[in-house]
């Protein structure tokens, strides 16, 4: 009996001090990862100026002055979340190299394809929303780093394309914005209003 009593209270010992032990640090950029993710939920669900640093700090689990230690200010968080969820580069080469081979399908698949895929983050069109209904200089950043580089491709590609006979006259910004406009119109009405196929 004596023997269960003492090896009861070594085993309690030995759980207080493990969990006394400190939780393990956070690398800085799996911390500067976490701000931004919950900075971009928060911007999604309640707009850049609905969204406070402190609110952002709370969700991430960190200190507001941690938080303004990785970004001074919420624009610098913003500009961080387009650049994260903003990466072109391979969808851009893609479509450049289609550009070249005059492959038509392939290349309005690709960029309707992006953006309409299942799995696609709602979270950018929700900040480009936020940002525009809120009159913010943000939402040019936005659509500057988004939208306005395809525009400009497709628009030439679709100049090229009437210039050489392949496609009839239009205009080929006008042709550029209706194709990305049923893109977004799509994103709309699946990712905002919750329309399901």
Same mark, same amino acid.
């Given at each position: 009996?004596? !023997? ?7 085993? !309690?010992? &030995? ?35 609905? !969204? ?64 309409? &895929?299942?799995?696609?983050?709602? !979270? ?74």
């Amino acid at each position: 009996m004596l !023997t269960s009593l003492v090896s009861d209270h070594l085993l !309690t010992m &030995k759980q207080a001090k493990n969990s006394l032990r400190k939780p393990s640090r956070t690398s800085g950029p799996e911390r500067q990862a976490g701000l931004i993710s919950a900075a971009a939920s928060l911007f999604a669900a309640t707009g850049f100026q609905g !969204t406070t640093t402190k609110e952002i700090a709370k969700a991430a689990g960190v200190s507001e002055a941690l938080l303004f230690k990785y970004f001074p200010t919420k624009r610098a968080l913003y500009a961080a979340i387009l650049a994260e969820k903003a990466q072109y580069s391979e969808l851009r080469d893609a479509v450049e190299e289609a550009a070249k081979k005059q492959d038509d399908t392939r290349l309005f698949t690709l960029l309707a394809s992006y953006r309409i &895929k299942k799995g696609a983050d709602p !979270t950018m069109l929700r900040l480009l929303l936020f940002s525009a209904l809120e009159g913010h200089e943000l939402s040019d950043m936005f659509f500057q780093r988004q939208y306005r580089a395809f525009h400009d491709l497709l628009a030439h590609y679709i100049g090229k394309r009437i210039e050489s006979g392949a496609f009839r006259p239009v205009d080929p910004l006008l042709a550029a914005r209706a194709f990305f406009g049923i893109i977004v119109h799509h994103r709309l009405l699946h990712d905002i209003l919750g329309l399901t196929p």
